[in-house]
């Protein structure tokens, strides 16, 4: 569209400005994936009078209260291979106190309490678009707690940020 203007018996031509929008797609991130490689392990101890198993990021392992560490069964961080778009940051969420157990399918279990990970709360991916986190917890052991092989399964979400 355009209009003229009759300016001394001579016409002009005006024409309206013209507002031109450029489309460019953006490339979609890719989806961020997690996937568990390795289990958390609190290995072997004896409950005695209650207590705690704590397994740090590293794999090292601890114990509160009345509860015996046994040498024949060591402990083990859960490991996870993070995945998405390279050098793209992501939050992580570990599973809040009291939402995740291991039980022995005869009705017995313990809590799992204070996830850490490593890293924190936030990591960053690689050039190649990954990255390795691991998890440790703290496995809630009461008094007299049955013998037994316990498992279970916990929820880590990832997010970009």
Same mark, same amino acid.
């Given at each position: ?6 300016k ?19 490339a ?16 072997k ?24 560490l046994?040498?024949?069964g ?12 390279? &050098?793209?940051?992501? !939050?992580?969420? @570990?599973? $809040?106190? %009291?939402?995740?157990? /291991? *039980?022995? +399918?005869?009705?017995q279990?313990?809590?799992?309490s204070?996830?850490?990970? &490593?890293?924190?709360? !936030?990591?960053? @991916?690689? $050039?190649? %678009?990954?990255?390795? /986190? *691991?998890? +440790? ?17 916990f929820?880590v ?5």
């Amino acid at each position: 569209m355009h209009e003229a203007i009759m300016k001394q018996s001579s016409w002009t031509w005006r024409w309206p400005a013209l507002l031109l929008s450029v489309c460019v797609p953006l490339a979609a991130a890719a989806p961020i994936t997690i996937s568990n490689t390795e289990p958390l392990v609190f290995g072997k101890f004896a409950a005695g009078t209650g207590g705690s198993v704590l397994v740090g990021t590293t794999g090292a392992r601890s114990a509160t209260g009345g509860v015996v560490l046994l040498s024949s069964g060591s402990g083990a961080a859960a490991r996870f291979n993070v995945s998405g778009d390279a &050098n793209l940051t992501y !939050a992580l969420t @570990l599973p $809040a106190n %009291g939402t995740a157990s /291991l *039980s022995n +399918g005869s009705g017995q279990s313990m809590s799992l309490s204070d996830f850490t990970s &490593n890293p924190a709360s !936030a990591g960053l @991916l690689g $050039a190649l %678009g990954q990255q390795a /986190l *691991s998890v +440790g917890a703290r496995l809630n052991v009461g008094a007299g707690q049955p013998s037994g092989s316990y498992s279970g399964s916990f929820i880590v979400y990832v997010d970009y940020n």
